[in-house]
């Protein structure tokens, strides 16, 4: 790629960007019912602000309760045509950048590299560049390690005809790569082997330290999967042969483990006619999984594409009622202790904005991706600004 197109790096760390700066959300609907704030778009785009970002963004908390997060800036000018460059950053949401990668101003309807990231987790990160010649993905690089490293070294380099995925997601003492077999490796390359197969039913997937934790979902059977290094994957929760039943969209901090319940299934059916928000203390024993209903969930199914986000006694997650079509979706945020939780939802139709996902939840906020007429910013939300919550018998749906 290097003799096609340019990609920036810094050569040391007094080169790497300033720190985010965060400001007051707008309140485009009315007036917001709790304190919140996002990243203060200051780099020249032709996108309206606040909604600079692009590509897919997550988050970690580091051991010393630092979030952490990985974006990537949409960078565009007008010229005879639109012109698009973007920068990719690991950076604490209060502190110091601690990668950035850069690619210069291109056409993104010809020859370009893209730079995108995957995944963190504490100390780690991920990212992919992905070559796309005439408007089409041609080669695609994965990269990761270190998450202070300022050149990260290149771990897969293969043509789009390759059919092993490039795709790394990042754990602190182990990644995996994607595809149709979900294959572990240590960050020194050794092979662990494969986590599952046909990983396209499995999702979504979260590192929980050195477990790898995340859901079946192929009729009949939905099920709470985990792989450790000592005994590989096993079933954490499951119903066997009773269908009825089914779980999915787990999350965890390595302290509590965060689930949706599905009940009162036919056999012949997708949906589930009651669902549950459920927690335990976390465990990679099944045996030692103790489920306690928190509160009703809206949807008919379990299964989720982002993994929930639980810390400091709290788990958020994503929901919709019959969204596009019908009139709610956003996020809940649940209290563990006792099931009592708030709805953060979005402007309805056709407005274009919408609460995505969260990525991080902590003691104090909760950081979630946010939508604003098919473009992104993020958003942190205080907890003790939320109000006193709703119990679990007066939530209404």
Known sequence: MDCQYRMYVPSSREYLPPPLTWEPCTSDFGPLPFNCRHIKMDWPSLRPPPYGLGGMHTATVDSNGRVVLLIRKVYERNGPTRMTAFMSLTVEADGPVRQALWTDYALVDSNFVNVGGHLLAPGKS???????????????????????????????????????????????????????????????????????????????????????????????????????????TRVLIGFGSDYSKGAGYPGSDGKDLVWLQGENRDDDSVRFPVAWVMTSKFSTNASEIQPRKLTRWPQSHVSATDPAQVGCGHAALSYSVGWPKGTEAGMLIVRLSDGVSWKLVSPSPPTGHMWVEPIAITCNEVFARYKGHAYETIRRVRLDSLGPGTPPSELVW
Do not use: C
């Open 126 to 232: 991920s990212g992919s560049l992905a070559e796309v010649r005439g408007g089409h993905l041609y080669r695609t690089a994965t990269f990761g390690g270190d998450d202070t490293l300022l050149r990260p070294p290149i771990l897969y380099d293969r043509l789009q005809t390759d059919p092993n995925s490039t795709t790394v997601w990042a754990g602190s003492d182990f990644y995996y790569t994607g595809g149709h077999q979900l294959r572990v490796f240590k960050w020194d390359g050794t092979d662990m082997g494969v986590a599952a197969y046909d990983s396209p039913a499995y999702s979504p997937m979260q590192w929980v330290g050195p477990t790898l934790l995340f859901a079946y979902a192929s009729s009949p059977y939905y099920e709470i999967v985990r792989w450790t290094e000592h005994d590989g």
